[in-house]
């Protein structure tokens, strides 16, 4: 197994957001996030909400759009990390049961039974890495098992890689599986001029994934998430065109989407000032937003942002150094770790 943990850091004032993970593929090479969230929302909109352990995991050294040369415009990790390749089905699968491995050991007894929610959305586009990530969820699950942790879901986001999004879904058919919720998420974020954000738009026009999303309903059973974060004339240090997120935006992007068939999130943006800059959207106008959205019939969620102390993107921090180094405590969890992953791959 090339990928070991290297050490970790607080997320929020006395750990109040989580933890992140710091590993390693080799030395030298740049470091790879995962993420352990608290509650699976900052602002519980549900008392389930609070009873789920979730956790962001990555799958890829920095980002394969970052190679290509169309990393997001916003993302910390793909402006700021250069890719270091893609991880093994076991080193996705390794980042969730050592985090889940953690929280068994540290948290207590109410968390060790809290359903686990895993969302890749660490770094990489997970559609470049679909054939690992479909064999890590199936070790994830047969993991859990052994260790008698019951699976919430997994998130499946992309930015919109078509190619994967039709193997996900011929998955889907074939129950690959095997009853385990496995939820959609696109990461939209724009919708006029979404290729100054998003440049993979270039390469996968956001109206070709949007017509899938109704089969994807018929498959799941459940309404995918778009995703869109709220900027306020964000721009990014290479260029002087910025963006908003604000009322007319929204209209664009609600006129593209049908909300019988999906749901929007909508979420708070931590700027990092080596990436870009950005206004604060006022609780007030993010209400607004909200407000016009559910009036076209969409469900919303308005996200506020973990690590928002650190300006972290989703608990990551562009493969900083960790606060705490590893020690003999976390190398024996790694190595449990381990056998458990070998035991559930065979
Ligand atoms: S947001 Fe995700 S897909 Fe986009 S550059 Fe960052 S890591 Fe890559």
């Known amino acids: 197994m090339r990928l070991h943990p290297v050490g970790f850091s607080h997320l929020g004032q006395v750990n109040a957001d989580g933890i992140r993970y710091v590993w390693q593929l080799r030395d030298n090479a740049p470091y790879i996030e995962s993420a352990a969230f608290r509650a699976r929302a900052k ?61 068994m050991e540290q948290i207590g007894q109410a968390a060790a039974d809290n359903p686990r929610e895993f969302a890749y959305m ?60 496995v939820t959609f998420h696109y990461s939209l974020h724009a919708a006029s001029d979404r290729g100054s954000v998003m440049p993979i738009e270039n390469i996968y026009s956001y109206r070709e994934v949007i017509q899938r999303l109704p089969r994807l309903y018929e498959l799941t059973g459940e309404k995918s998430c778009v995703g869109v974060l709220l900027f306020k004339n964000y721009c990014n240090g290479s260029s002087t065109k ?48 909200t407000t016009m959205l559910e009036d076209k019939g969409f469900e919303v969620k308005l996200f506020a ?31 449990r770790a381990l056998s458990v992953i070998d035991a559930a791959a065979c």
């Open 43 to 103: 602002i519980p909109t549900s008392d389930a909400d609070s009873h789920i352990s979730a956790y962001t995991t990555s799958v890829s050294g920095g980002c394969a759009l970052t190679a290509a040369k169309v990393p997001c415009r916003f993302c910390r990790t793909g402006n700021t990390l250069r890719f270091s390749g893609h991880l093994s089905a076991k080193e996705i699968a390794l980042q969730n049961v050592f985090m889940v491995l953690s929280d």
């Open 122 to 181: 660490g770094q990489g586009e997970p559609g470049y890495s679909y054939p690992q990530l479909r064999e890590a969820i199936r070790i994830t699950n047969k993991a859990m098992s052994a260790l008698g942790q019951k699976v919430h879901r997994h998130l499946l986001a992309t930015c919109g890689v078509t190619e994967m999004i039709d193997a996900f879904m011929s998955d889907l058919e074939n129950d690959y599986f095997n009853g385990t919720r």
């Open 242 to 289: 910025s963006h908003c997120t604000d009322m007319k935006e929204i209209e664009t992007i609600a006129s593209e989407l049908d909300p019988t068939v999906c749901r929007i999130s909508l979420c708070e943006f931590n700027p990092c000032d080596s990436v870009g800059t950005n206004g604060e959207i006022s609780p007030e106008e993010a209400a607004e937003l």
């Open 305 to 335: 942002s973990f690590g928002r102390q650190e300006n972290t993107a989703c608990g990551l921090l562009g493969g900083t150094m960790p606060d705490i180094n590893t020690d003999d405590h976390i190398l024996a969890r790694y190595y």
